[in-house]
């Protein structure tokens, strides 16, 4: 973090840069670190989820990864749609998993 309720998201933002879609199951692992790491720091920071996922997805997309009307209208989807549903479904993954405070 950098500065009072500041988060730094240059992990993140390198791991979405360095990809390859579609995404290997080397890649998927590390990229799913970071996506935990940046939403811990981000909750930490008091952040909601709304606005931990807003800021995940414009990471994405600052990266490339931009979504089509597929990721609404479609029941399978592929390519920058289907990372940004994984990224999304990480961030809500990691805001509510229950964790343990000892």
Do not use: N
């Not at 590390?30 to 807003?54: S, T, W």
């Not at 609404?72 to 749609?81: A, I, L, N, R, T």
């Amino acid at each position: 973090m950098s500065g009072p309720g500041k988060v730094d998201p240059s992990g993140l933002r390198t791991a979405l840069t360095t990809i390859k879609l579609p995404l290997s199951s080397e890649a998927r692992g590390p990229l799913r670190a970071e996506v935990f790491d940046y939403v811990d720091a981000l909750k930490a920071a008091g952040r909601p989820p709304e606005q931990v996922i807003l800021a995940v997805k414009k990471l994405a997309f600052d990266a490339g990864y931009q979504t089509t009307s597929h990721i609404v209208y479609s029941d399978k989807v592929y390519g920058p749609d289907a990372l940004i549903v994984e990224l999304v479904a990480w961030c809500i993954e990691r805001y509510y998993e229950p964790h343990d405070p000892g």
